[in-house]
């Protein structure tokens, strides 16, 4: 999860970082942006986040005005010290409100309402499609095959045989049902992109998991979940908390 954070105290701003590194360390916090100057050229600059954190009343004046400025396609959370904003912070894409002091707990569930929200705008455009028309698309746009470069020879692995995808030493692996691994020229975020999402879950920044290779699931420390492969796995595989209900339920649908 890319997410960027607006805050012209920096010691807050540090605060948020950790705190949000704490509940997830899959986040990336891609900037923190201290005025409403920096975070207009940052924003016009950079891909949009996933999701921003932020302040409303910066050094240079409101955080609104940025959202004025810039069509904000992404979730808000703000943070701030003063009520009297709410309602114009949820005309400016806002799904949270949190009062400072900051609270773990408090950014534990802005973040677990962010993870539904997504799934239930995903799971809407999904129902508008007609299934016959769905099914069609998954098989066009999503690949079967990967050819890959194995002892002087082109392979075709079939990704139904692909138990999971790892990175690992600054390449990825396909590691298949039979216990082989094979380099391939993808990045992690290339692969999540082609395979197909009821079959393929992307657990964390090193794993994506095919369901068909899921032997069990422990609950692991702090509410992460621990998951085993039919085939066995290079490291551990851990999901956070934070990604753990998501997975069990797609584990289930």
Known sequence: MKVIIIEDEIRTANELRGML??????????AVLRSVASALEWLQANPMPELIFSDIELGDGLSFEIFRKIAIEVPVIFCTAFDEYAI????SNSIDYILKPLDEAMLQKSLEKYIRFKDHLIASAQHAQNLDRAITQIDAVYQQTLLVNYREKII?????????VYAANGAVYLHTGNDKNFAVQYTMEQLELMLEPRRF????????LNRDFIEDIEYYFNR??????????????????????PFLKWMET
Not at 21 to 30: A, C, K, R, S
Not at 201 to 208: K, L, P, V, W
Not at 225 to 244: A, C, D, Q, Y
Request: net charge positive; no cysteine; proline share 4%.
């Open 21 to 30: 590194l704490g509940i997830d360390n899959e986040i990336q916090v891609e």
């Open 88 to 91: 114009r912070a949820f005309e």
């Open 156 to 164: 075709p692995i079939k990704l139904s045989d692909v138990a999971l």
């Open 201 to 208: 879950f992307r657990a964390n920044r090193q794993f994506i």
């Open 224 to 245: 992460k979940l621990l998951v085993s492969i039919k085939t066995g796995s290079p490291e551990k595989i851990i999901v956070s908390k934070v990604k753990s209900q």
